[in-house]
């Protein structure tokens, strides 16, 4: 079995401060993506190349104490691809793919930090100018390798994928626009990406439990009024050998709950 999970962290020495490189030791998953690592190299010099075992491959910003994308594998890669040749989103460091290719498949684990557009109609407009540029970047890559793609998406799909859908419509993360986007995507039609949704795939029907980050607001996380923003999207090949999920909520390392998903192959 190959045991992926995917951690938005806000902030790689906070989580750490948390108890989450114990959490992985526990886990032993043979891959980790971690999204708003909010470190630099210098920051990763003598600390953080390595966690339970596994070793780090880092996409810094250029921009310090922001944004940033790991990987920690068990496995070394063939290849490391740092970013996915747009300047301004490769110097937010917002992609890292690690290929692991064999005589039989050409396989890539991507961590990716989709932009979140919150903060005001500036961000929101870099948000979908990262979503229109992306969508054919993952068309192209489809076409090369099957991969699975672990992320903080900063979209909420459909209804079911938050608590408070209805008082939602108008704020970034459930926008018409970006669930539209989130629609073509895992459209197979001719129009489509043809990528899997997985969670959703193994758990059609799942609500509140399906959540993976609240607001700092509030109650949010006591009352779990929540959203699901972190996902794994994969190639159908690869989404068909998903087997189980779980998304970890007994200790907190950050505003995001970490996503586990086990495939039904090794590498």
């Known amino acids: 079995m190959f045991k992926l999970t995917s951690l938005n962290l806000n902030g790689l020495r906070s989580a750490t401060t948390k108890g989450v490189a114990d959490w992985v030791a526990q886990l032993a998953p043979d891959c980790i993506c971690m999204q708003e690592i909010r470190v630099q190299a210098s920051d990763v010099t003598g600390r953080f190349e390595e966690m339970a075992g596994l070793k780090g491959h880092f996409h810094f910003a250029e921009k310090k104490g922001y944004a940033g994308t790991a990987i920690y594998t068990r496995h070394e890669p063939t290849e490391v691809v740092v970013g996915w040749g747009d300047k301004e989103f490769d110097a937010e460091g917002r992609y890292l793919e690690l290929r692991f290719d064999t005589p039989k498949r050409k396989f890539s684990v991507i961590s990716c930090y989709f932009p979140s557009g919150s903060s005001g109609e500036e961000r929101q407009a870099a948000k979908f100018r990262f979503l229109a540029g992306f969508f054919p970047h993952l068309i192209a890559l489809k076409k090369q390798r099957e991969f699975v793609l672990c992320g903080d998406i900063n979209i909420a799909h459909k209804e079911v994928d938050l608590k408070n859908w209805r008082g939602n419509q108008k704020n970034s993360g459930f926008l018409p626009e ?59 090949t690869i989404a068909a050998l998903a087997r189980n999920e779980e998304i970890y909520k007994t200790i907190k390392f950050s505003d995001h709950a970490p996503i586990t998903v086990e495939y039904a192959f090794g590498l």
């Open 178 to 236: 970006e669930r539209a986007w989130m629609t073509r995507l895992l459209d197979a039609g001719a129009d489509g990406a043809g990528l899997v949704d997985v969670y959703r795939m193994l758990k059609p029907d799942t609500t509140d439990a399906a959540y993976t980050w609240w607001s700092n607001r509030g109650q949010a996380y006591a009352n779990n009024v929540g959203w699901r923003l972190d996902y794994h999207l994969a190639t159908p």
